[in-house]
């Protein structure tokens, strides 16, 4: 069905295309008549560009002109777009030229309305509005109503004035910047630019009184431009006009030309120019070039309606970079009320947000997929660190039962010196107060005081040792032999109360092994404490405690043997699991304990029976060197 | 000769200090670095009172002790602990020891103890002096006269003794005349007493045994 209704409108609109040839031919008659008839065929709109397509400005207007366009009409115009460029060639064979190639180009589809862009295409379309577009309304558009007067635009030409109020613009610096006490003033050398900077002079001439000094920085090159710029005082405020050509008669796109100056000025840049943002200007008072394409659209849909129309200003807007605030350290809130932001982080969806939502979903999925592992790994971590911390505890908890166990023998040991040094000290002071002392004793009894003294110092640092409480792990490299001695030390006076014989064997060359130095001690006196309860119920005549260490499989070895009655055959398998324990008052968590210390360390620890009776404790620790030791 | 302060601990630091000390208060020591070796020279030692150190290497303070009470029953005995122990100090003092200290007493509260053991070894030595001597009178008399003496202190009469002996009572009047004489008492009161006191008979009922 939709096959059919389209060609019927095929035919339909060759009908009126025949006719509207007919109808332009008989109005080139009749050129004076103001009144446009469109009658049974698309309206046609001229669009005039004063320079190139590179002027943002113009291009911007007429981009929001087309589309305000194309939907009121819903996409039934015909629009054409010329760039006269008459910036880089103002030459009047040029002008001329291209007036008499447009007429030749429109002369079978005379437009039915022509806008024009800035006041160069006003002029140009005013001269030559006969051979190029005969009857047709013209409306011209972004400049003021005072270049209208000075160009003299006719009466039935319609202005879409846009008025560029470099006040509002200097006013937006000095609320932004209330401390500044310099004022520069930046514009080219084109008859535009002078204009321009004509107007300012005259606009500013108030204004500029409350600043020290006001430069106009002009009839410069660009290099000058952006040298000057660049070494203005920093409570300076530059404002930047137009610069279409330089003093070497070199053209520019204004913004181009700004961007240069702006990016190494040592103080904020203004503009009026929406056109200007994003090229380093901090902002300005200005007619968005939008707001103009669609008032300039709303005109010409009403002229093309036949609709009275009449000159209308384009609606004006502070607008503002909000990056180049954040540059200049400059304070949102000062700017003027209404301002338009530009460049907040939003502004990125907007413009690309379907790259973007495709772009943050994949994002989203590896985020996701990463924020699983990192949560795996962070509670990987956690989960580590509190199994070593519970470790640490628990190893803690046990140096303490150990340190309980062997309190009473250590204890003993210590008051040995302790009444030792207590008798010597009084025999001394007696011996002074004697008639005759014995110098010689006297001397003698304090060496021993001293001896014992370092005695006392000693057990005491062991003990400390034994009941040292800490949450990290202080690895060190130590020999296996000294602990193990050390260990012996500190049981020895429980060895020698139980009636059991302490006997060790050492190798001639160090063991090094690297770990924490008391979890390792920590793990011999379990294995001593062990075995010398083992032995309670052996004949005491042969209660041996035996402390070997050495080499084994390129590993540094412990073995503690006792001479009890050893360890039940189906006790061997379960007996460093936790709370497994034999003993009456024991916790069953020394072996586990034990058995976690050394796994920590790369160790391992391992149980038997002896064949001439007694259990065997076995520990294993890696070498710290195993190259030194291999030697 | 005053007596002597047998120190015997296994700790050569203590040991040596101890001694010094009591040296410096004027008291004969004599140290021992174990039980064994001081059981061992026991029979040559001079008497005195025992700093016996509870845990040795060895034979432990205790056994040490009960050996002494065996050997040496008149040496009072002071244990010194590193460490109170109740067990221990109990079993110390239900054996007779004059004393329980820790090592850590101040050095008064240890001159105090040896006083007092010294002076309790003194009062035992004099009263076992007195015994042996009143033993050795004992021992003086005849079997007759300890037949005569053992009918005596039991309160029976001149006729009664010579009817149980077999003999005349002028017979028993001699006898009994030798007896007080070796003994050295002047009534039958005093005998009676030293036969009480070297265990011939029963003091707590004063009544004839036998």
């Known amino acids: 069905m939709g096959l059919g209704e389209w060609s019927g409108r095929l035919c339909c609109t060759a009908f009126l295309l025949a006719v509207a040839v007919l109808g332009a031919s008989s109005r080139h008659a009749a050129a004076s008549d103001a009144s446009i008839a469109i009658v049974g065929r698309v309206p046609r709109v001229l669009v005039l560009y004063p320079y190139d397509e590179r002027i943002a400005a113009t291009t911007a207007a007429g981009e929001a002109l087309r589309s305000r366009l194309l939907e009121a009409t819903n996409g039934k115009i015909d629009l054409f777009s010329e760039f006269l460029d008459l910036s880089r060639f103002p030459e009047g064979e040029h002008v001329a030229r291209m007036a008499r190639y447009l007429g030749e180009k429109y002369a079978a589809r005379r437009p039915d309305v022509v806008v024009a862009f800035g006041r160069e295409s006003a002029s140009f379309i005013v001269a030559n509005h006969g051979t190029i577009a005969p009857g047709a309304k013209i409306v011209a558009a972004g400049f003021g109503t005072a270049t209208a007067e000075k160009i003299a635009l006719p009466d039935d030409v319609i202005g879409a004035f846009s008025t560029f109020n470099i006040l509002k613009t200097a006013e937006m610096a000095r609320g932004l910047q209330p401390h500044a006490r310099h004022l520069y003033i930046v514009g080219g050398s084109s008859d535009?630019?002078?204009?321009?900077?004509t107007t300012t002079r005259a606009d500013l001439k108030q204004f500029s009184k409350s600043f020290d000094t006001t430069t106009y920085l002009e009839d410069l090159t660009i290099d000058e431009f952006v040298e000057r710029a660049s070494r203005v005082p920093p409570d300076s405020i530059i404002i930047a006009l137009t610069v279409f050509k330089d003093k070497t008669g070199r053209n520019f796109v204004p913004r181009d030309a700004i961007r240069q100056i702006s990016a190494t000025a040592s103080a904020p840049v203004y503009g009026p120019y929406q056109t200007y943002i994003d090229h380093g200007v901090v902002g300005g008072n200005t007619v968005t070039f939008d707001a103009l394409g669609r008032t300039v659209g709303d005109l010409v849909i009403d002229a093309i309606a036949g609709k009275p129309v009449s000159d209308l200003e384009a609606p004006q807007t502070y607008i503002a970079d909000v990056r180049q605030l954040r540059r200049w350290g400059l304070a949102e809130e000062d700017l003027p009320p209404g301002t338009v932001p530009m460049y907040r982080e939003k502004s990125l969806w907007e413009e690309h947000w379907v790259i973007l939502v495709a772009a943050s979903g994949?994002?989203?999925?590896?985020?996701?997929?990463?924020?699983?592992?990192?949560?795996?790994?962070?509670?990987?971590?956690?989960?580590?660190?509190?199994?070593?911390l519970h470790l640490l505890e628990a190893v803690h908890l046990n140096q303490s039962a150990t340190a309980g166990a062997l309190s009473s023998s250590i204890a003993h040991e210590l008051n040995q010196p302790l009444s030792a040094i207590r008798n010597n000290a009084e025999a001394a002071s007696v011996l002074l107060r004697s008639a005759n002392p014995d110098h010689e004793l006297i001397q003698q009894i304090l060496l021993d005081i001293q001896e014992d003294d370092q005695r006392a110092g000693d057990i005491i640092s062991r003990m400390r040792g034994l009941l040292k409480k800490r949450s990290e792990i202080d690895w060190q490299e130590f020999d296996l032999n000294d602990v193990t001695s050390s260990a012996i030390h500190i049981i020895h006076g429980e060895a020698e109360r139980r009636g059991i014989t302490l006997t060790s064997t050492q190798p001639p060359g160090e063991l090094p092994v690297r770990a924490d130095k008391v979890h390792v001690q920590q793990v011999i006196l379990n294995l001593a404490t062990n075995a010398m309860d083992a032995m309670l119920n052996a004949v005491p005549a042969g209660r041996t405690l035996t402390f070997a260490t050495g080499l084994a499989n390129e590993k540094a070895e412990l073995r503690v043997s006792d001479t009890g009655d050893g360890i039940p055959e189906e006790r061997l398998i379960r007996i460093f699991e936790p709370f497994y324990t034999t003993k009456q008052a024991g916790t069953g968590l020394g072996l586990s304990i034990a058995r976690a210390i050394l796994e920590t360390y790369g160790g391992t620890i391992c149980a038997g029976n002896r064949p001439e009776g007694g259990a065997v404790f076995c520990v294993a620790l890696p070498l710290a060197h195993r190259e030194e030791q291999s030697r | 000769m005053k007596p002597v302060v047998h120190i015997v601990d296994d700790d050569e630091s203590y040991r040596t200090a101890t001694a010094r000390l009591l040296s410096a208060h004027g008291l004969r020591v004599e140290a021992h670095e174990s039980g064994d070796q001081f059981l061992a020279r026991l029979s040559a030692c001079e008497p005195g009172c025992v700093l016996l150190d509870l845990r040795m290497p060895g034979q432990s303070g205790l056994q040490i002790q009960n050996r002494l009470c065996e050997l040496a029953p008149l040496m009072p005995v002071v244990f010194l602990t590193g460490e109170g122990d109740i067990k221990a100090s109990v079993e110390a003092m239900k054996a007779g020891a004059r004393d329980f200290l820790e090592k850590s007493s101040t050095a008064a509260a240890l001159m105090e103890a040896i006083d007092r053991a010294l002076i309790q070894y003194e009062r035992q030595?004099?009263?076992?002096?007195?015994?042996?001597?009143?033993?050795?009178?004992?021992?003086?008399?005849?079997?007759?006269?300890?037949?005569?003496f053992g009918l005596l202190i039991r309160g029976?009469?001149?006729?009664?003794?010579?009817?149980?002996?077999?003999?005349?009572?002028?017979?028993?009047?001699?006898?009994?005349?030798?007896?007080m004489e070796k003994l050295g008492v002047r009534s039958l009161a005093e005998a009676v007493l030293i036969a009480a006191s070297i265990g011939l008979i029963d003091q707590d009922t004063a009544s004839p045994v036998g």
Not at chain 1, 362 to 388: D, K, T
Not at chain 2, 127 to 147: K, W
Not at chain 2, 156 to 179: C, M, P, Y
């Open chain 1, 362 to 388: 994949l994002l989203l999925a590896q985020a996701s997929i990463i924020s699983v592992l990192l949560l795996e790994r962070r509670r990987r971590r956690v989960a580590e660190r509190s199994a070593r």
């Open chain 2, 156 to 179: 029976r009469l001149n006729k009664q003794i010579a009817h149980a002996l077999g003999v005349s009572e002028r017979t028993v009047k001699v006898h009994r005349h030798q007896v």
């Open chain 2, 125 to 148: 030595k004099a009263e076992h002096d007195r015994l042996q001597a009143q033993r050795a009178l004992v021992a003086g008399l005849s079997p007759r006269e300890v037949e005569v």
């Open chain 1, 192 to 197: 535009f630019d002078r204009s321009w900077l």
